[in-house]
């Protein structure tokens, strides 16, 4: 049979666009099926060009791998393959979590490792077999989704087959960067990886004969070796032997792999990584605030990140630092936090990403059940977009202040500087970095004027109020019974807005039958200049306590001292007891109601603080 492997290619450029390394899964599948006398091709869009119709013509069986943010061109091309009448299988992780969804594009869809189910469905689709005795894969009959049981990972990772890039369009391992795996799982459990969902916690090891063996194969004439696991020192004993064994060999090759903060503790590892030309390394260092750190599982502090690109440095390895940003612990300004500790540390180049939930994980199973999610279009799920409703900040937020970290870690000064200090590969990095944030500007904006948008239609939604500049309120009456020293606070912030703000006693009116609140408002309130106007109630502590039973109690409070408003009047709740420090969300969807201006809230967010604290 004739067979097209495709790795669709990636939605936007990013800051490894320049290192186009293929993923292994697909090579691997191609190897396999190719040793059991199939005709198999590999297209990974990025290396080789997009599949072209003359691709699909040829070919009897498609086999597309996805991730998350390539999964809307996997579906494309999915559609395409399927309209002329081939026989489509998807992979990836993706898919993995999503079958049904991927089923609307395809025939098959083969659920976590592929290496033993994919040759048992081919056998099926010669006839010599079904469907449903196949573990791991997921298919339609009679309009309904069969979902097969899952399949055991693979447990002897010796017995597959040794990579054949050859098979890849337009490969050249002289100038490419060649993949090469030494284990699969992890061991740690981060709430934000697909990995454990995917390849388990029990790591599972080639062993170190046959990894030299895909290094004098495939690494020795390669421009560059990347030891693609997801923590290459989690056994540091075995690291350590692969190690010494490509000393004595002489296999010296240019090399960089991923690891954690805590392989710099090993000094003996260390010597072995430069000794054996490690050129750098990826380190997922996530964060710098010790509770978003504690919050994902991460099992690192700041001080042990320090400590780790100091050794690392010292044994001459330049280090990528890997960074998330929008936890549920973050707080406006987490980015530039970031930024300054990369450039304080030196860290030579980075990624700042926002948190992305990725499906199989802990953190998008419970953003969905939250409704937290904006968007489900997976095309932006690839770290470079706010797809999410942040804790303690707003998607807007998180999505400018990410990229202009970005910006200004890759500024012109940074290259410059790193060109001066006669490091030319980390200079053409940087420069490669700044050309693709620049390109991305107007995108990042203009998805940034989709998330404001969003943000004021909810935050007005409660009020009924329009956009309209001349329907939003122009003074507020307070309740006295906000706390001090949030009406202070929120005098100051209104005040900066340019909003009247007002005291008024709600217990008083409300306790002589209601109707003095409606002469209340009224008289302070001139009729031939009366326009939308809004009263202000706390939603007190132990309201807030009590969650939906608590915003039950609001939605009455609300219908009995609506009653008594008069003509042009609302009334909005405050949670002025806001969980983990969120009182800038509550600002903000508080300032939305009265002007368009972020900028202009933000600044009277952060003038009005001091009052807070004083």
């Known amino acids: 049979m004739r067979i097209l492997f495709i790795e669709p290619k990636s939605p936007a450029e990013h800051v490894f666009s320049l290192a186009r390394i293929p993923r292994l899964g697909s090579v691997l599948l191609a190897t396999i099926m190719r040793d059991h006398g199939h005709q198999v091709r590999v297209v990974v869009e990025e290396i080789g060009g997009e599949v072209t119709p003359l691709d699909l013509a040829w070919s009897e069986l498609v086999a597309i791998s996805t991730i998350t943010s390539t999964a809307p061109r996997a579906y494309a091309i999915g559609d395409e393959a399927k309209r002329l009448g081939k026989k489509v299988v998807l992979g990836g992780p993706h898919v993995t979590f999503l079958p049904d969804e991927a089923l609307a594009h395809g025939h098959f869809v083969v659920r976590g490792e592929g290496e033993e189910t ?54 050249s391992g002289r100038k490419g960067i060649v993949p090469i795996a030494t284990s699969r799982g992890c061991p740690f459990n981060c709430k934000f990886c697909s990995v454990v969902p995917m390849f388990g916690r029990r790591m599972r090891f080639y062993s170190t004969d046959r990894v030299l063996e895909e290094i004098r194969r495939n690494g020795r004439n390669a421009k560059h070796v990347f030891f693609c696991d997801d923590n290459f020192a989690a056994n540091p004993r075995r690291a350590k032997e692969l190690l010494r064994r490509m000393v004595e060999e002489g296999l010296r090759i240019k090399w960089s792999t991923q690891v954690r903060v805590d392989a710099a503790r090993d000094e003996e590892l260390l010597g072995l990584m430069q000794r054996t030309n490690c050129y750098m390394v990826y380190i997922g260092f996530e964060s710098i605030n010790p509770r978003t750190l504690a919050a994902v599982r991460k099992h690192q502090s700041p001080d042990q990140m320090r400590g780790a690109i100091r050794a690392f440095h010292r044994h001459g390895i330049h280090i990528h630092g890997m960074f998330i940003v929008g936890a549920d612990e973050d707080m406006p300004g987490a980015a530039e936090e970031t930024r300054r500790f990369s450039r304080r540390m030196g860290i030579d180049s980075v990624q700042f990403m926002m948190l992305t939930p990725l499906p199989g994980t802990e953190t998008y199973r419970e953003l969905e059940e939250s409704g937290r999610l904006i968007t489900r279009d997976w095309g932006l799920y690839d770290g470079s977009y706010a797809v999410f409703d942040p804790h303690l900040m707003t998607a807007w937020d998180l999505q400018l202040e990410t990229h202009r970290a970005y910006r200004r870690f890759y500024s012109w000064f940074s290259v410059v500087r790193k060109a001066i200090s006669f490091d030319p590969v980390f200079a053409a990095i940087r420069w490669h970095a700044r050309r693709i944030v620049l390109r991305s500007r107007k995108r990042i904006r203009e998805y940034a004027k989709i998330l404001l948008a969003d943000i004021m239609e909810r935050a007005r939604t409660p009020l009924g109020v329009v956009s309209e500049k001349r329907d939003r309120p122009k003074r507020v009456f307070l309740a006295e019974t906000v706390e001090e020293p949030y009406h202070r606070f929120l005098g100051a912030f209104l005040g900066g807005l340019g909003v009247k703000v007002e005291s008024i006693d709600l217990d008083r009116c409300l306790r002589e039958a209601g109707c003095t609140l409606r002469s209340e408002l009224e008289r302070r309130t001139l009729a031939r200049r009366r326009r939308s106007q809004l009263l202000l109630v706390p939603l007190r502590e132990e309201m807030s306590a009590l969650g939906r039973h608590g915003r039950d109690m609001v939605r009455s409070l609300s219908q009995q001292i609506d009653r008594y408003l008069p003509k042009g009047f609302r009334l909005l709740a405050l949670d002025l007891n806001p969980v983990n420090d969120s009182l800038y969300r509550a600002a903000v969807d508080l300032g939305l109601v009265f002007c368009d201006n972020m900028r202009l809230i933000q600044g009277a967010y952060r003038s009005a603080l001091p009052v807070l604290r004083a």
């Open 118 to 171: 994919l040759p048992e469905l081919l056998d099926a689709l010669g006839g010599a077999g079904d469907f449903s005795t196949i573990a791991g894969l997921t298919f339609a009959r009679d309009g309904k989704t069969v979902e097969n049981p899952k399949r055991a990972l693979v447990g002897d990772l010796d017995s597959l087959p040794v990579h054949d890039f050859s098979l890849v369009r337009g490969w």
